[in-house]
């Protein structure tokens, strides 16, 4: 290998996480920076899985907060939390200058994460 190759990296180890897509209705809520819905974190109806989706017109601030919710997710797992737990956990909370916030008491429901998938390519 030179160094005009490209790197290939392998992942090692990291902690544990939700399963990040379920075959049941998904209870989700948005997460909104400076008053703009930048995705929604959700959690299958079964507890089972859990994950956060960017909207595709959330730009820079949706990807960025994509890694803000993952190491959120993988805290609550680790801390015992229930998927639904940790969709509800963070709802209320100041707003976080990368992962946005969840309103208190704003909570959806859909018949499959597809929907929410294609809410989120609007």
């Not at 005009?4 to 075959?23: A, C, G, I, L, M």
């Not at 507890?47 to 909207?55: E, H, K, S």
């Not at 730009?59 to 737990?85: C, D, F, H, M, S």
């Amino acid at each position: 290998m030179s160094l005009k190759d490209e790197p290939r990296f392998q992942t090692v180890w990291s902690p544990e996480s939700y399963p990040r897509t379920t075959s049941a209705a998904v209870r989700y809520v948005p997460v909104v920076m400076r008053e703009t819905v930048i995705g929604y974190l959700w959690a299958a109806v079964t507890d089972d899985a859990a994950r956060y989706v960017r909207r595709e017109n959330g730009g820079e601030a949706a990807v960025n907060a994509a890694i803000v919710w993952t190491q959120r997710l993988r805290w609550a797992k680790a801390n015992g939390l229930t998927p639904l737990q940790a969709l509800r956990h963070w709802a209320g909370q100041q707003e976080d200058d990368r992962a946005g916030m969840v309103p208190a008491g704003v909570e959806f429901e859909l018949p499959t994460l597809r929907e929410l998938e294609e809410l989120a390519a609007e």
